[in-house]
């Protein structure tokens, strides 16, 4: 068990342009949740996959941003056209199902817009 | 709708004193009660969690936390603060379902020596 492993730990993009994340979730974790976090607050839920289904998005999640999560492993979040207001820490979180399940989270993704 | 209010944003103590980091919750049924650390430019570190049993629960690094249902609190403790317990530390409420955890603004602490 390597915890919640995040790609890449940083990123510079030039405003307009696409980022993509991707997020290892830890092996026997069926959900996985990505959450964003700006300076000075805590993380804000974006959206929430058990397995492979996309069950829950936030308001936040605005129609540039998208995530998958294939056969229900690994996650990634795409955030097309980038604004500065993205920028922001993207975190990743899985859980095994179970109603005692705690989240675990990544070291997330630093993303800076310019 | 659920929420968490953390209403310290910034606590400094001194190496060796108490510590208490205040947590309150609004939430319709019973919740499940967590609390994080995260140290600069990295992600969160479970430090405890509160499902149900005895209101007491004991964590991570020395810290513990009650859960008060009365006073929708679930408030952090640790009896001798060490320096490397400077942090940002979070509270966070989920449902028993856990598609969702509702965290609070986090409250900042600084030791000193």
């Known amino acids: 068990d390597t915890g919640v492993s995040q790609d890449p730990r940083h990123k510079i993009t030039k405003r307009g342009q696409n980022v993509t994340f991707r997020c290892d979730p830890i092996?026997?974790?069926?959900?996985l949740y990505w959450y964003r976090q700006t300076l000075g607050q805590g993380p804000e839920f974006l959206t929430y996959?058990?397995?492979?289904?996309?069950?829950?998005k936030s308001r936040l999640l605005s129609d540039r941003f998208s995530a998958e999560r294939p056969k229900g492993s690994f996650s990634t979040l795409e955030i097309q056209r980038t604004e500065q207001g993205d920028s922001a820490m993207y975190l990743c979180?899985?859980?095994?199902?179970?109603?005692?399940?705690?989240?675990?989270f990544g070291q997330g993704t630093r993303l800076t817009v310019v | 709708a659920q929420s968490v209010t953390q209403p310290d944003i910034h606590i400094t103590v001194s190496e060796g004193a108490s510590l208490e980091l205040r947590c309150n919750y609004s939430?319709?049924?019973?919740?499940?009660l967590f609390w994080y650390v995260q140290s600069p430019g990295q992600g969160l570190q479970l430090l405890l969690k509160?499902?149900?049993?005895?209101?007491l629960v004991q964590g991570i690094k020395g810290f513990e936390a009650e859960f008060k249902r009365s006073q929708s609190s679930f408030n952090l403790r640790k009896p001798s603060v060490h320096w490397s317990d400077a942090a940002e530390y979070f509270c966070a409420v989920a449902a028993y379902t856990g598609n969702q955890f509702y965290f609070g603004t986090g409250t900042s602490l600084t030791v000193i020596p």
């Open positions: 996959f058990q397995n492979e289904a996309q069950l829950e």
């Open positions: 939430y319709g049924a019973t919740p499940y």
């Open positions: 509160y499902f149900s049993g005895d209101t």
């Open positions: 979180a899985s859980s095994l199902e179970a109603t005692t399940g705690a989240a675990f």
């Open positions: 092996s026997e974790h069926n959900r």
